[in-house]
């Protein structure tokens, strides 16, 4: 059975983020979710993103265009 798990966590950035491995239509996504500690809820919420592997890559490659652009200015 598969078992989703935390990658990463990230303290106080406008709330605690958590990076996670889960598996949606029997395909591992990375899910970018804030995860949130109150006395009426503790969880995931609906603030984030989840991102395939191919949209993973294309966001990648979309980053490292950003940095280059910046290395010219």
């Not at 798990?5 to 990230?10: A, C, G, I």
């Not at 709330?15 to 809820?41: A, C, F, H, M, S």
């Amino acid at each position: 059975m598969y078992q989703e798990k935390v990658l990463k966590e990230y303290g106080e950035i406008a709330g605690r983020y958590r990076v996670r491995l889960i598996q949606r239509k029997n395909k591992p996504v990375i899910d970018i979710r804030e995860y949130i500690e109150t006395d009426e809820y503790t969880g995931f919420t609906r603030k984030g993103i989840a991102l395939t592997e191919e949209e993973l890559d294309e966001l990648v490659i979309l980053i490292k265009g950003v940095e280059r652009e910046d290395e010219t200015v």
